[in-house]
């Protein structure tokens, strides 16, 4: 029995579509058997995956072959992750989680809420002498 690559992926849940799964196929993100693959490859149990993710790869064995997305235990069965790809996870997340934080790097650009709201403070509380004079 086979079946074809993007719809597996979409069956075990690694995809949220399987347009999206098709995709990455297209842009050499999932390799099969270390070879790039196709949308439409067959494919078999015993076969070797190796998914392009941000900041590591994921690299799974087949183990089953399902047409149908079922639930998230039951998806889990159909591969396995190798010991090498799980330690990648594992420091990539660890990488991600020690890294600064995107936002606190921008200088410029536009004010957050909190920023807005000290800005609305300070403006109504701020008494120019030129108001008291006018008045």
Same mark, same amino acid.
């Given at each position: 029995?086979?079946?074809?690559?993007?719809?597996?992926?979409?069956?075990?849940?690694?995809?949220?579509?399987?347009?999206?799964?098709?995709?990455?196929?297209?842009?050499?993100?999932?390799?099969?058997?270390?070879?790039?693959?196709?949308?439409?490859?067959?494919?078999?149990?015993?076969?070797?995956?190796?998914?392009?993710?941000?900041?590591?790869?994921?690299?799974?064995?087949?183990?089953?072959?399902?047409?149908?997305?079922?639930?998230?235990?039951?998806?889990?069965?159909?591969?396995?992750?190798?010991?090498? %790809? +799980?330690?990648?996870? *594992?420091? #990539?997340?660890?990488q991600r989680r020690l890294g600064t934080e995107p936002a606190l790097s921008q200088e410029q650009g536009r004010p957050t809420k909190r920023d807005r709201r000290q800005l609305a403070d300070?403006?109504?509380?701020?008494? %120019? +002498?030129?108001?008291? *004079?006018? #008045?």
């Amino acid at each position: 029995m086979s079946i074809r690559l993007d719809k597996w992926l979409w069956a075990a849940r690694l995809f949220k579509t399987r347009s999206l799964a098709a995709d990455d196929i297209d842009r050499g993100r999932v390799l099969c058997n270390g070879m790039a693959a196709k949308p439409s490859r067959e494919l078999r149990v015993g076969d070797r995956l190796t998914l392009k993710r941000v900041g590591f790869q994921q690299e799974l064995v087949v183990n089953g072959l399902s047409t149908v997305r079922g639930p998230a235990p039951v998806a889990q069965l159909l591969y396995a992750e190798t010991a090498e %790809s +799980l330690a990648a996870r *594992a420091r #990539a997340a660890e990488q991600r989680r020690l890294g600064t934080e995107p936002a606190l790097s921008q200088e410029q650009g536009r004010p957050t809420k909190r920023d807005r709201r000290q800005l609305a403070d300070w403006q109504r509380w701020s008494v %120019s +002498l030129d108001d008291e *004079a006018s #008045a």
